[in-house]
């Protein structure tokens, strides 16, 4: 199913949470209109952008006269409007599942794996600080934690959740993107060998390839 109306969507590239919307549209095969926003610049998010998004914080999505913003809440609004393929489960259980590993990357995983420890190892050199070894050393074992638990939920099939792509996998690839940048990142990953072979088959989509960030090296 095509766009009647055009799909517009706000964020960053190097955004975690924006590249996991970015990877629903392409799974999907969607048109759409890519926005660069920074919220990071002087003053703050642009005024006209805090029309769309109160909070200021990326991505935010319009479609016609829906406007929407919460990444989860986009993400299933594009798998409800555009059907084919589905990333979703149609079991409930399925679908818990689902939502059970969104939730572990989003309570836990995503601090932990993408700002406490890539933005130190990987960001801070490169914006000419130090690394706060500290501060990398105090979140690895919450890293390895989340990663448990990743590894019990994944089950037996190719996916996070099953056999078939899910957005769990979609809301985990930009955030393991950044984790394994890092010699601690690919160290822990060693440890975990479903996770693993989770991510040798699926970081070689076109979608991933895609949607690379500005940060990000070579898969």
């Not at 809440?73 to 818990?96: C, H, K, M, T, V």
């Not at 420890?117 to 600080?129: H, L, N, S, W």
């Amino acid at each position: 199913m095509r766009p009647r109306q055009k799909l517009l969507l706000h964020g960053a590239a190097y955004s975690v949470y924006t590249r996991i919307v970015r990877l629903v549209l392409a799974e999907k095969d969607l048109p759409y209109e890519f926005r660069e926003v920074d919220v990071f610049g002087p003053g703050g998010p642009p005024k006209a952008y805090l029309a769309l998004h109160p909070f200021g914080r990326i991505p935010a999505l319009e479609h016609g006269s829906m406007r929407l913003y919460e990444t989860n809440a986009i993400a299933r609004y594009l798998d409800a409007a555009f059907p084919r393929p589905p990333l979703r489960p149609s079991s409930p259980q399925g679908r818990a599942r689902v939502d059970q590993v969104i939730g572990v990357l989003d309570s836990y995983a995503y601090r932990t794996m993408v700002w406490d420890i890539f933005v130190e190892r990987i960001r801070a050199p490169a914006q000419g600080r130090m690394p706060d070894e500290a501060r990398i050393a105090a979140a690895l074992p919450r890293a390895r934690t989340c990663l448990e638990a990743l590894e019990a939920l994944h089950g037996r099939g190719r996916y996070l959740v099953g056999s078939r792509l899910t957005l769990a996998d979609l809301h985990a690839v930009p955030i393991f993107v950044y984790f394994l940048m890092t010699p601690e990142g690919t160290a822990l990953m060693a440890e975990f060998p479903a996770l693993a072979a989770w991510w040798a088959g699926i970081s070689r989509r076109p979608s991933i390839v895609a949607t690379r960030s500005p940060f990000e090296q070579a898969i």
